[in-house]
């Protein structure tokens, strides 16, 4: 789908998955214009498909788009191409469980010119590709590394976009975190550095053994503008609520995570997305240290949770929030 300034939204097609030829001075190549979404199709029990929250992925594109001063595409539009991608590649979604059908969204400029301003035209385009099940193996706790040399998203900049611009500046601290042996990057907050804000992919999840309330508390960092609203996150802060734990959202400082760990009181970590949907924290590391989370194993509430997630995306559990869009067949 196109747009042009004074024209609109125009010239939908859905054609065979090919390059796009794009000229050198392609605006999107010089000043990073460029968002995306991520988003599943899952097979439900009685064959037909269904994507989860798809008008949540088609809210947060148009945020998404403000913030980075482009056109933005109205929900109805957004679905109705993931609709009509995931009809005709039907074939592609597996016959059932946590594999799915992975769909991209994203939106660049095409104008041609090379002064910085906004673009006057874009192209809107949905791909989509097999998805396996996260953890063909069981679930295995991630190592996460916190990075305290790069940030990713300061105050007033694009960290609550999904923007291809925060990933470019997000890869050098993933190398990083590989050459430590680490499979991910955990940011902190760009002004004291101090407050845990996200993973490079997913949103993160504290598990506090509290004996005041004789349970489970469960604590993920609030949205202060500079890190992304997960659509997973907000799920879970439901589904949490809705299994009895007391859930909510609010700051928690590297020292905190240290601390807790070391006296008991932190039982569990995970961190939530799209591609994923739970994985495990086991061990932290540092420029200055590191440690472990109760015995690095995948704990009983981050299991708990990550099932009943995935029993409503699956079809196996009813779906009370109606989260699902299904598509019939
Ligand atoms: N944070 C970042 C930086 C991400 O790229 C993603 C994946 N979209 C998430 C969090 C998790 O978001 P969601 O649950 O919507 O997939």
């Keep these: 789908i196109k747009w042009t300034a004074g024209r609109g939204w125009h010239d939908a097609e859905l054609v065979p998955y090919a390059p796009l030829s794009l000229d050198p001075a392609n605006m999107t190549l010089h000043y990073g214009q460029a968002i995306f979404e991520g988003l599943k199709a899952y097979r ?52 059932s469980g946590e594999a799915s059908l992975y769909l991209r969204p994203f939106m660049i400029a095409t104008e041609v010119g090379l002064g910085v301003r906004p673009s006057s035209e874009y192209l809107f385009v949905v791909i989509a590709s097999p998805a396996g099940a996260y953890f063909p193996g069981g679930v295995k706790p991630v190592s996460v590394w916190l990075s305290e040399e790069y940030v990713r998203a300061a105050p007033g900049g694009t960290g609550a976009a999904k923007c291809a611009g925060n990933y470019a500046g997000s890869l050098v601290a993933q190398a990083q975190a ?10 902190l907050d760009a002004v004291e550095r101090r407050w845990i804000e996200e993973m490079g992919g ?50 928690i400082s590297v020292e905190d995570w240290k601390n ?28 200055r240290g590191g440690w472990t989370v109760a015995d690095g194993e995948p704990g009983e509430v981050t299991m708990k949770l990550r099932r009943a997630l995935l029993e409503i995306q699956t079809g196996a559990a009813e779906d009370v929030h109606g989260w699902m869009h299904r598509l019939g067949r």
């Design 44 to 95: 439900q029990p009685d064959g037909s498909v269904a994507t989860f929250r798809p008008e949540e992925n088609a809210r947060r594109f148009q945020d998404s788009a403000r913030r980075l001063a482009m056109p933005e595409l109205p929900v109805e539009t957004f679905l109705a191409a993931c609709d009509a991608l995931v009809r005709q590649d039907e074939a592609w979604v597996p016959e």
């Design 178 to 187: 590989m050459e430590h042996g680490c499979d991910q990057v955990v940011w």
């Design 202 to 251: 997913m949103n993160l999840y504290f598990v506090y053994k509290d004996h005041s309330v004789n349970g489970n508390r469960i604590v993920t960092p609030e949205l202060t503008g500079t890190l992304l609203p997960g659509i997973t996150r907000a799920s879970l802060l439901r589904i949490a609520a809705d299994l009895g734990y007391e859930v909510s959202e609010g700051r």
């Design 260 to 287: 807790a760990a070391a006296d008991g009181s932190l039982t569990e970590v995970f961190a939530c997305g799209t591609a994923a949907v739970i994985t495990p924290v086991g061990a932290v590391k540092s420029a």
